[in-house]
């Protein structure tokens, strides 16, 4: 019997995945788990579903999602390159996925069975030492996740916007970034556990200070000043 599909969702950020496995193993691995496309709007898993795949993100952006009471998603995270998500290898055999893969925009994964990993680990030992590295990774993850739900919420969303910027911005000199996003006020608001009221304040406390302009998903973000906003949340 499949387990219920109640927790959070399982997904990793920032890991450094092609740096750390090295280049004969990463060749490896691309030939025994093949890049998947998925269009911009697909759903590349649902909460329920057997949890099969633990996804490698080689290009593009997903969003992982439950649904609300009202109907609507509240978005847990936002994963890109190197990232990975899915529960394949952290859950039990029978496990399920606990939230619903879409992918943001169009996206490339290398989507990896147990049975595949077995493959690896005969074929490609240097990348389960690094696979394993990354997976411990993860508990410093939670961590920091759990600090940053204590932070005020200005800070919360500084920090969000900072590693959006970082991650996904453009250069645009002197330290600004551009952005250009698909997410919007109540999509950041359920990634920083805050209501869209208080994240649309936080917006214009950090238009105020000068280190965010624009608007309805362009924007354009002072890195440094958003990490000062975010270490120091008080306007």
């Known amino acids: 019997m499949a387990t219920r599909a109640d927790g959070p969702g399982w ?114 030992p240097g990348f389960v030492v690094a696979f394993t590295r990354i997976l411990a990774d993860k508990v410093f993850a939670c961590r920091d996740q759990l600090a940053r739900v204590e932070a005020p919420i200005r800070g919360r969303v500084a920090a969000e916007l900072l590693a959006q910027g970082a991650r996904y911005g453009t250069d645009a000199g002197e330290g600004w970034v551009d952005l250009a996003t698909e997410l919007r006020h109540e999509d950041l608001a359920a990634m920083v556990s805050a209501t869209r009221v208080s994240v649309t304040s936080a917006f214009a406390s950090l238009r105020q200070a000068g280190v965010l302009q624009g608007t309805r998903g362009r924007y354009r973000l002072h890195l440094a000043g958003l990490a000062d906003a975010a270490e120091d949340p008080e306007p």
């Open 11 to 124: 997904w990793l950020k920032d890991t450094g995945f092609k740096r750390r496995v090295g280049e004969a193993d990463l060749r490896t691995f691309m030939q025994v788990c093949p890049e998947r496309v998925h269009p911009k709007g697909s759903t590349l898993f649902r909460a329920g579903d057997p949890a099969t795949h633990l996804h490698v993100v080689a290009s593009g952006q997903v969003k992982l999602v439950v649904p609300t009471a009202e109907g609507r998603e509240r978005i847990l995270a936002v994963v890109g390159p190197d990232d990975l998500f899915g529960e394949a290898f952290v859950g039990a055999e029978d496990d399920v996925y606990r939230v619903d893969a879409v992918a943001l925009t169009d996206v490339v994964t290398c989507p990896m069975d147990q049975e595949q990993y077995r493959r690896l680990a005969l074929h490609a």
